[in-house]
């Protein structure tokens, strides 16, 4: 190879050189184009995968704290009802055993989520309530989890459980509430991945659909099955593709938990498809997908641009260099060529660097002299430049990468001398404090300090320095418009070669954000998200500390309990959006109408509480209730529409009316039903007789309950009797409630509670199919009678009445034509529609149906021409008084009238009297029913009734 150089010639050897030269220029340009491709690419990553998992951290918070408060609210909603259930065998003498019984029936009732339930153990760890009655009684103290219930009785608890039948564990969370009188931890338990629709996306909908990645990069969230829950412009199932690259992204999602995979894509509104770069993280809790993806050419377009430019200039210097080298080689190689020619009678010999052998004096052995003198200095100098360089750059090196992390690092950095005098600032300490270089260098670090600290604190701060050599906290510090931030601060010393300290460097980052999610999280625990009032837990707070202040002081203090009338049709009419936006408003004419001093709750729902302190003459309780009821007076505007609320509310005082938060607040509810009760649109004020009527109630629905598990009702019949002949052609059935002891419960009593908590529909089939079971022996003995039986509202509003009727019919075999059914007007008028289906299909079975109470509903003439009516029945307190009061003589005339004009039967209830019985038969009233022929009897009294009087109709 030497001797190849030595054989070229000079301007060969420039040619080479120069070539070298701009190959080792093109390779340190591909070197350096590398290095900044890759450093982009790490960063794209880094923002993808740091976007994904800040979304997937977000959604994971939000779903966290949903969970927790809805199941700590069912957990407190039951404790509340052992509650009363206790309450009730303490203060009315209810058997605790069955008040335990009917507490269990209550928390088996409810369902958590979709697989989760309430259960109760002791203190013991003995499984006191359980959906699962085979598991009652069972000592389960030996689990972890049930341990660490009996230890702390009240709280979250997490953990993992696998159901018999399933592979592995899934992860649950459960919350207790402690019922000390009778030791039983209430625990409502559920899967996390059965809570998904708890999460409110529209809490992070806006922020993730704002972040932008490259030029129309973006992130969004699928759920397993594909579904879009956010995307900046996709809706539907992003699964249903029908491309190959799209589903093997799709696949990918589907089958891992978290990865990177790149793509071809085409979005609707372009024509060719491009390669995109996908980062996703998988929730496996709520089956979730977090996706951050964009264009790869985005990405790559600063690389492109670089790229292009070193090829142009690669282009430029090889243009330029060429000539260059062909003029300098010419200058250079003339006189070397005379200067070879002398040297070629020389030896040199071979070294580290290249030596010429001169022996002659002249101008070419001077040079030659001083150029191999040259050669050895230069070898010299290099050896020491060539470790000095090494050093040097390694130096560099280390000094680029500390100012590389001082300047990109996103917490604030400043440097200071041991005085406190700051000398260096990185950018993230501008972006945080708002000062600049110019504003802070040389100043010194106490410029940023707050008033929130004092003097000591600062000292045992710098005394920290000293001693230990650094210092970390949290600290409040002040920016450079004046306002003050919170910030996680760390202070470290520099220590020169001899140990002392040349500077500090504090390390420091804005935890503004932090702290204030932790106060929206404390604000959401005590206060309802829609209004902002106090929610249940703070209104207890606040009550417990107006009953203190109320006792220290001997004061008295008012709860009324609000609760609006029919808000459900507001909903149901306009939607819970403008029903939200009513509540706000009735929120806010409250507020105008109460006291600062006073405190205003939401329960939920439409249910509001009032806390009334220091009452004067001017604030008395009836008089802000009054205020209150006239705030309402005025319309509610929603959507162009007048909506009128009226509210019923419950009074309660303390001490009079109770001594606890819980015990005022319950017996103002009592209160405030007994107002809705009376009519609505009132207040109530509470007493100790309404009490004891609503444990009475609940009493009497609980022995409802036994008596039709323990078949106790039983059937009366009350003949009617048809004019002038006065035979006997029906009967009408009457549910009767017989006690052990022989006694009877007025139906006055059970009926209405059997309609509102519905077991008048349980209590209807049994009417209805022992009635019929009876009549039909009558039938098969020949005396061919109608029997007629009631239909409350709630029967009537069953969808598959018509087919219970056919099966009860079906099983006992009583003809159809036979049967009749009375039902009131007014529930005729209130459910119109869904009358005239029902009424329709039973007639057309040949069921006739009656029209009970004809006259003191809505009479309208409407519904005779429209619905399938047979039978019109007048009510008792027309026929009572039609012998001393000519208006109601002639208002049933006028009944019988239009009756006959219609075609239709005519049923006077309640004849006691002859002559009552007279002025009927006058009329040619078709038939009569009341005690002048025969109160209501049993079965038994019906047959012997009908022997005598010889019915056979």
Same mark, same amino acid.
């Given at each position: 190879m030497t001797d190849i150089l030595r054989r070229l010639s000079v301007r060969a050897k420039l040619g080479l050189i120069s070539a070298t030269i701009l190959l080792a220029f093109s390779v340190g340009?591909?070197?350096?184009?590398?290095?900044?491709?890759?450093?982009?690419?790490?960063?794209?990553?880094?923002?993808?995968?740091?976007?994904?998992?800040?979304?997937?951290?977000?959604?994971?918070?939000?779903?966290?704290?949903?969970i927790k408060n809805y199941l700590r609210a069912l957990a407190e909603t039951n404790v509340e009802i052992l509650s009363k259930l206790h309450s009730g065998v303490i203060h009315q003498g209810l058997d605790q055993a069955k008040a335990q019984e009917e507490a269990r029936k209550i928390l088996r009732s409810q369902p958590v989520a979709d697989t989760g339930y309430i259960y109760c153990v002791n203190s013991q760890g003995t499984v006191t309530m359980h959906p699962h009655p085979s598991v009652q009684g069972k000592d389960v103290s030996e689990s972890a989890f049930v341990r660490d219930q009996m230890q702390r009785k009240q709280g979250f608890l997490a953990y993992e459980w696998k159901n018999p039948g399933e592979r592995q564990a899934r992860a649950k969370v459960m919350y207790m509430a402690y019922f000390e009188p009778w030791d039983w931890i209430v625990s409502?338990?559920?899967?996390?991945?059965?809570?998904?629709?708890?999460?409110?996306?529209?809490?992070?909908?806006?922020?993730?659909?704002?972040?932008?990645?490259?030029?129309?990069?973006?992130?969004?969230?699928?759920?397993?099955?594909?579904?879009?829950?956010?995307?900046?412009?996709?809706?539907?199932?992003?699964?249903?593709?029908?491309?190959?690259?799209?589903?093997?992204?799709?696949?990918?999602?589907?089958?891992?938990?978290?990865?990177?995979?790149t793509y071809q894509w085409r979005n609707p509104d372009e024509i060719l498809s491009r390669e995109k770069v996908v980062f996703f993280n998988r929730i496996p809790e709520y089956g979730w997908i977090v996706c951050s993806?964009?264009?790869?050419?985005?990405?790559?377009?600063? @690389?492109?641009?670089? %790229? =292009?430019?070193? /090829?142009?200039?690669?282009? !430029?210097?090889?243009? $330029? #260099?060429?000539?260059?080298? @062909?003029?300098?080689? %010419? =200058?250079?190689? /003339?006189?070397?060529?005379? !200067?070879?020619?002398? $040297? #070629?009678?020389?030896?040199?010999?071979?070294?580290?660097?290249?030596?010429?052998?001169?022996?002659?004096?002249?101008?070419?052995?001077?040079?030659a002299k001083h150029f191999n003198g040259f050669m050895r200095n230069i070898e010299e100098a290099t050896q020491a430049l060539a470790k000095e360089a090494e050093e040097r750059e390694q130096a560099e090196k280390e000094l680029q990468i500390y100012k590389r992390i001082f300047e990109s690092a996103m917490e604030g950095i400043s440097l200071t001398t041991p005085d406190g005098?700051?000398?260096?600032?990185?950018?993230?300490?501008?972006?945080?404090?708002?000062?600049?270089?110019?504003?802070?260098?040389?100043?010194?670090?106490?410029?940023?300090?707050?008033?929130?600290?004092?003097?000591?604190?600062?000292?045992?701060?710098?005394?920290?320095?000293q001693s230990k050599g650094s210092w970390a906290g949290e600290i409040w510090n002040r920016k450079k418009d004046g306002g003050t931030y919170p910030e996680w601060l760390s202070i470290s010393g520099i220590l020169d070669e001899s140990g002392k300290t040349t500077h500090y460097v504090a390390v420091f980052h804005d935890i503004s954000a932090i702290k204030d999610h932790e106060k929206q999280i404390r604000f959401l625990a005590y206060h309802d998200p829609l209004t902002s009032l106090p929610n249940r837990t703070l209104l207890l707070q606040h009550l417990e500390q107006a009953i203190n202040r109320a006792k220290s002081r001997q004061e008295e203090l008012a709860i009324l309990y609000l609760d609006?009338?029919?808000?459900?049709?507001?909903?149901?009419?306009?939607?819970?959006?403008?029903?939200?936006?009513?509540?706000?408003?009735?929120?806010?004419?409250?507020?105008?109408?109460?006291?600062?001093?006073?405190?205003?709750?939401?329960?939920?729902?439409?249910?509001?509480?009032?806390?009334?302190?220091?009452?004067?003459?001017?604030?008395?309780?009836?008089?802000?209730?009054?205020?209150?009821?006239?705030?309402?007076?005025?319309?509610?505007?929603?959507m162009g529409r007048q909506f009128y609320a009226t509210a019923s509310m419950g009074i309660?005082?303390?001490?009079?009316?109770?001594?606890?938060?819980?015990?005022?607040?319950?017996?103002?509810?009592?209160?405030?039903?007994?107002?809705?009760?009376?009519?609505?649109?009132?207040?109530?004020?509470?007493?100790?007789?309404?009490?004891?009527?609503?444990?009475?109630?609940?009493?009497?629905?609980?022995?409802?309950?036994?008596?039709?598990?323990?078949?106790?009702?039983?059937?009366?019949?009350?003949?009617?009797?048809?004019?002038?002949?006065?035979?006997?052609?029906?009967?009408?059935?009457?549910?009767?409630?017989?006690?052990?002891?022989?006694?009877m419960v007025s139906p006055g009593e059970f009926i209405p509670i059997a309609e509102e908590t519905g077991l008048i529909i349980p209590l209807g089939l049994v009417v209805l199919e022992k009635s019929l079971n009876q009549i039909q022996t009558l039938h098969q003995a020949g005396q061919d009678l109608y029997l007629s039986v009631n239909l409350s509202p709630k029967q009537f509003q069953q969808p598959d009445l018509v087919e219970s009727v056919d099966a009860v019919l079906r099983k006992?075999?009583?003809?159809?034509?036979?049967?009749?059914?009375?039902?009131?007007?007014?529930?005729?008028?209130?459910?119109?529609?869904?009358?005239?289906?029902?009424?329709?299909?039973?007639?057309?079975?040949?069921?006739?149906?009656?029209?009970?109470?004809?006259?003191?509903?809505?009479?309208?003439?409407?519904?005779?021409?429209?619905?399938?009516?047979?039978?019109?029945?007048?009510?008792r307190?027309?026929?009572?008084?039609?012998?001393?009061?000519?208006?109601?003589?002639?208002?049933?005339?006028?009944?019988?009238?239009?009756?006959?004009?219609?075609?239709?039967?005519?049923?006077?209830?309640?004849?006691?009297?002859?002559?009552?019985?007279?002025?009927?038969?006058?009329?040619?009233?078709?038939?009569?029913?009341?005690?002048?022929?025969?109160?209501?009897?049993?079965?038994?009294?019906?047959?012997?009734?009908?022997?005598?009087?010889?019915?056979?109709t």
């Open positions: 340009l591909g070197v350096l184009y590398g290095n900044i491709r890759s450093n982009v690419l790490a960063e794209i990553e880094t923002e993808l995968q740091g976007t994904t998992q800040m979304i997937t951290n977000m959604v994971e918070t939000a779903a966290d704290v949903s409502v338990t559920a899967y996390k991945n059965e809570f998904s629709s708890l999460i409110s996306v529209e809490d992070f909908r806006k922020r993730i659909e704002s972040i932008q990645l490259g030029k129309s990069g973006y992130s969004y969230i699928v759920s397993d099955s594909g579904e879009v829950i956010i995307h900046p412009f996709l809706k539907g199932n992003l699964f249903e593709v029908d491309h190959a690259e799209g589903l093997r992204l799709l696949e990918a999602l589907s089958e891992q938990t978290s990865g990177r995979l993806s964009g264009y790869l050419d985005e990405f790559y377009a600063p @690389l492109t641009k670089m %790229r =292009n430019l070193i /090829l142009i200039s690669l282009c !430029l210097v090889l243009l $330029l #260099t060429l000539p260059l080298v @062909l003029i300098i080689s %010419r =200058n250079i190689t /003339l006189p070397l060529e005379q !200067l070879t020619q002398a $040297l #070629t009678s020389c030896n040199p010999d071979q070294g580290q660097m290249a030596r010429v052998q001169w022996e002659s004096t002249d101008e070419f052995g001077s040079l005098t700051i000398v260096a600032i990185n950018p993230a300490f501008t972006a945080i404090t708002g000062y600049t270089e110019e504003d802070i260098l040389g100043q010194p670090s106490s410029l940023l300090r707050s008033e929130k600290h004092s003097d000591e604190f600062f000292a045992q701060l710098w005394q920290s320095l609006l009338d029919n808000f459900k049709n507001v909903n149901d009419s306009v939607g819970h959006a403008l029903g939200d936006a009513m509540l706000l408003e009735f929120v806010e004419r409250i507020q105008a109408v109460v006291r600062k001093t006073d405190t205003l709750a939401r329960l939920g729902g439409d249910e509001f509480v009032v806390i009334a302190e220091e009452l004067v003459k001017e604030n008395t309780p009836l008089t802000l209730a009054e205020r209150i009821m006239g705030c309402l007076e005025a319309p509610f505007r929603l309660t005082l303390y001490p009079q009316d109770g001594t606890t938060p819980g015990e005022l607040i319950k017996n103002a509810d009592l209160a405030m039903y007994q107002a809705k009760d009376s009519g609505k649109n009132r207040y109530h004020r509470y007493t100790r007789e309404l009490n004891a009527l609503v444990t009475k109630r609940i009493q009497m629905e609980a022995d409802l309950r036994t008596a039709l598990d323990q078949d106790r009702i039983t059937v009366h019949f009350q003949p009617r009797v048809a004019l002038p002949d006065g035979n006997t052609t029906g009967v009408e059935a009457l549910a009767r409630w017989e006690l052990p002891d022989g006694g006992t075999g009583f003809p159809a034509n036979r049967l009749e059914f009375e039902i009131t007007e007014t529930l005729i008028m209130k459910h119109l529609e869904t009358s005239l289906g029902n009424l329709h299909r039973l007639s057309r079975r040949g069921i006739r149906l009656a029209i009970d109470d004809f006259g003191t509903g809505y009479s309208s003439l409407y519904y005779l021409k429209r619905l399938p009516i047979d039978v019109l029945k007048v009510d307190s027309f026929v009572q008084d039609v012998e001393d009061d000519p208006s109601d003589a002639k208002l049933v005339e006028t009944i019988i009238l239009l009756a006959k004009n219609f075609g239709l039967r005519l049923v006077a209830e309640g004849v006691e009297t002859q002559g009552q019985l007279d002025f009927l038969n006058a009329l040619h009233c078709d038939e009569i029913q009341g005690y002048l022929f025969s109160k209501p009897l049993p079965f038994e009294a019906l047959r012997q009734y009908l022997e005598q009087d010889g019915a056979t």
